[in-house]
């Protein structure tokens, strides 16, 4: 901790804190004992651009592969070449280059996930920005590119810690609202995606580490209840400047249709649309925020209802009352925001499996052939399917996956063998 801390220290000092850094936008007096100065923090030192950089290299040098049989005219145009990065270089020449010029802000972040974390603005609004959330994905990505180095380099336990070091970055942006919620599972699945590509390179104590993180992740209930609450107090106190500005919540037809109503009504009528408004908003995100913090039963993936019809050319209070209700937490709107966390939760569940899967393997030098064999009866099942999760082992590999849930599908990681890797016997196949 203390190499840590003054590592911190030194890269604050080469980087110091502008006026127009997000921490100086966010926090006017930082106090250290936040963990969001120090994801603010690590934003302002890797900056808004050069990750883009690279990234958008990268694209254009897969995208070069691709139309290589297709002749000159079907050539990518050459973006700007990164800071460090010759034409001609490898995509893990490019990688490295990046992860030695932007990785250190992954020390940053993890000084932030030994601390608690919380959004540091008193309360939001509909208009309220946060600038950082973009910012955080970016970081996300540079973690994910620092493991996928480590794994390139063999050094399969350090990229295994940095990627649940990312996932705790992303869960610790949770609690906040449910914009910064979907940010949080964005996150999550970037370092996922990474997870999924490198499954056959994991030594037994990477398998049992990743094991240990899913385990007590699964353990700690999700914050919705605090995010939805947020949420609501975002909203409903942002009423008065929905009315006066409709375009906050409107799109550009349904504000050209209900706006000059919702703009010329009287004090009378402004304060009844409110009330009624705010009930029903209440009622929604109470029902929810019951159901999401009991049991995956209770999640309302299978809810097929829908909110009743705006009716165009009514511009009586009641009307648009369901109007800006349904804009601002309709049905659609629900069961898209309650199947990507049903998604990402499935997913740490399978993650875990694959760990288990992965120690079995070790431990008996084949691949088990059934679920039982490596899985307890909790482990095993699926609690948003109903079901226990689908195992079926092949020749040399196996498939892992969850049927899904209504609108997605089947879920899974997908556990790919590495050929060159299986024959310097990192994974051998089953005897």
Same mark, same amino acid.
Request: glycine share 8%.
């Given at each position: ?18 006026? %127009? ?14 963990? *969001? ?60 280059? /990046? &992860? ?11 000084? =932030? $996930? ?14 309220? @920005? ?88 699964? &353990? ?16 409903? =106190? ?16 349904? &504000? ?62 009641? &009307? ?8 601002? *937490? ?29 120690? *079995? ?13 490596? /899985? ?5 099942? %699926? ?12 020749? =040399? ?6 049927? =899904? ?11 790919? @063998?590495?050929? $060159? ?11």
């Amino acid at each position: 901790m203390v190499l840590l801390s003054s590592l911190v220290a030194f890269v604050a000092l080469l980087n110091p804190q502008s006026d %127009d850094s997000l921490l100086a936008k966010l926090v006017h007096s930082p106090t250290g004992k936040n963990g *969001y100065e120090d994801y603010l923090r690590a934003g302002d030192i890797a900056g808004s651009e050069l990750w883009g950089k690279y990234e958008t290299w990268i694209a254009y040098q897969r995208q070069l592969v691709r139309s290589a049989s297709r002749g000159p005219e079907d050539q990518p145009e050459m973006p700007e070449v990164p800071l460090g990065v010759t034409p001609g270089m490898s995509e893990l020449s490019v990688r490295k280059v /990046a &992860n030695d010029r932007l990785g250190g802000v992954c020390a940053v972040i993890e000084l =932030g $996930n030994r601390k608690p974390v919380s959004d540091p603005r008193p309360s939001y609004s509909m208009s309220t @920005p946060v600038p950082e959330l973009g910012r955080f994905k970016m970081l996300a990505k540079i973690y994910a590119n620092r493991a996928h180095v480590e794994f390139a380099d063999g050094r399969s336990g350090l990229a295994v810690k940095d990627l649940i070091e990312g996932m705790k970055f992303g869960r610790g942006l949770f609690g906040s609202t449910v914009i910064s919620s979907m940010v949080s599972i964005a996150i999550q699945a970037i370092m996922l995606a990474e997870f999924q590509e490198h499954l056959g390179q994991l030594s037994l104590t990477d398998a049992q580490l990743i094991q240990k993180y899913c385990r007590a992740t699964l &353990n700690t209930p999700l914050p919705m209840g605090e995010v939805l609450k947020r949420e609501f107090d975002a909203v409903t =106190g942002s009423l008065d400047e929905i009315i006066d500005h409709p375009s906050v919540a409107l799109n550009e037809d349904l &504000n050209k249709e209900f706006g000059p109503a919702l703009s010329s009504l009287g004090s009378a009528e402004r304060q009844k649309l409110k009330g009624l408004v705010t009930n029903s908003m209440h009622e929604r995100y109470a029902e929810m925020a019951f159901k999401l913090t009991s049991s995956a039963s209770t999640w309302p993936l299978n809810d097929a209802s829908t909110d009743p019809i705006i009716r165009k050319e009514d511009h009586s209070v009641s &009307n648009l009352a369901l109007l800006l209700v349904t804009e601002l *937490y309709g049905k659609d709107q629900q069961r898209q925001y309650t199947r990507a966390l049903a998604r990402i939760q499935i997913q740490l569940r399978l993650l875990m499996l694959h760990g288990k899967l992965i120690d *079995y393997h070790w431990q008996h030098n084949r691949w088990p052939l059934n679920i039982e064999e490596f /899985a307890d009866p909790f482990s095993a099942m %699926d609690p948003f399917s109903g079901e226990p999760f689908h195992y079926e082992f092949k020749e =040399g590999s196996y498939r892992l996956f969850s049927i =899904g849930i209504p609108g997605l599908g089947p879920i899974e990681l997908k556990y790919r @063998p590495l050929p $060159n890797l299986q024959q310097a016997g990192a994974i051998r196949p089953p005897a």
